[in-house]
């Protein structure tokens, strides 16, 4: 959330404007490509330790 913030302050300082879409956007993929990582790695981890088993 701060990422996301801190960018939208940077984008009206800079004068580019922000619209209510490019928010979203931002904000899914930020959310996406700094925590949808784990995601994947955890369930790779899972997946691992239960085909151990």
Same mark, same amino acid.
């Given at each position: 959330?701060?990422?996301?913030?801190?960018?939208?302050?940077? !984008?009206?300082? =800079?004068?580019?404007?922000?619209?209510?879409?490019?928010? #979203? #956007?931002? =904000? #899914?993929?930020?959310?996406?490509?700094?925590?949808?990582?784990?995601? #994947?790695?955890?369930?790779?981890?899972?997946?691992?330790? =239960?085909? !151990?088993?």
């Amino acid at each position: 959330m701060t990422t996301v913030a801190l960018g939208m302050v940077l !984008r009206v300082v =800079s004068g580019q404007g922000t619209a209510f879409a490019f928010v #979203v #956007v931002a =904000s #899914v993929f930020l959310g996406l490509t700094l925590l949808g990582w784990r995601g #994947v790695a955890r369930f790779i981890r899972v997946r691992a330790v =239960s085909r !151990r088993g």
